[in-house]
């Protein structure tokens, strides 16, 4: 794994709000994520979380036929496969999320795997860090390719600095691939930036990064593996997310989100 990020990387994705680091995983750590999330998603048998098949706030009512052929969403395998927790509590992975957000300490929020089918609709420009229980300008994912991403199959797009001029005010994610512009007027004019990755490579984009993917235009499938990073000592804000009715009973807004069982602490530079 290519966990040393350098001088430049760094600067890049704080100047930019995202950066593509090339070969991430060797071939035989490429060939065991996939064979994690082959395992997993068996497992899930469609289900999108462990414990339901509907995750709250992921989508548009009024235009769920269509979203739901953006892509399959599984989220946090982690907490049901073995393999998938190998992968998604690595150290290194924390510890590269702390050096570029400039965190001491982070939490992984949830991973996710979008896997997009053939044929399958584009993904509209967004924001991720306003659907999740927290409010941090630091938050940021990870994204690997464990398929080559291409202009055809639905690579990422990002709009470059896009991160140091949102908020958290969320038009979602619908039909309209530019619905995000209406919120966000300034960003109108801003050229857009492609990211194809052979499989095995991987970005990071801060949460407020607006970004987007084209269409799957063939007759394969795309697969991305994700993991959202919540900078440690985050509270409550109130947005149940990915959050469990049981576990939004014994919550309240300021709360620390600190549960080991749900959100583990992956590094810390303390």
Known sequence: MKNKLSVDQIEKFQTDGYVVIEDFLSATELEFWREA?????????????????EVYGKGDDADKSYYDNVFDQLINLWQDNEKMRKVMLDERLGKMAAQLSGADGIRIWHDQALIKKPWANPTSWHLDTPYWSFTDRRALSIWVALDDATY????????????????FENPGIGKNMGAIFTTYKDLAANKSVAAPMKAGSCSFH?????????????????RAMTCAYMPDGNAFNG??????????????????????????LLYSNK
Request: with cysteine; proline share 7%; net charge positive.
């Open 37 to 53: 999330l082959n395992e997993a998603i068996e497992k899930r048998k469609g289900y999108k979380m462990p414990d339901r098949k």
């Open 152 to 167: 055809e199959n639905g690579c990422l797009f990002f709009i470059p600095g896009s991160n140091h001029k949102t908020t």
């Open 206 to 222: 801060n949460g407020l990064t607006v970004h987007g993917a084209n269409a799957n235009m063939t007759p394969g499938v795309r």
């Open 239 to 264: 947005t149940q997310n990915i959050l469990s009715d049981d576990q939004i009973k014994e919550i309240k807004p300021g709360d620390l989100l600190n549960d080991e069982k749900q959100n583990p």
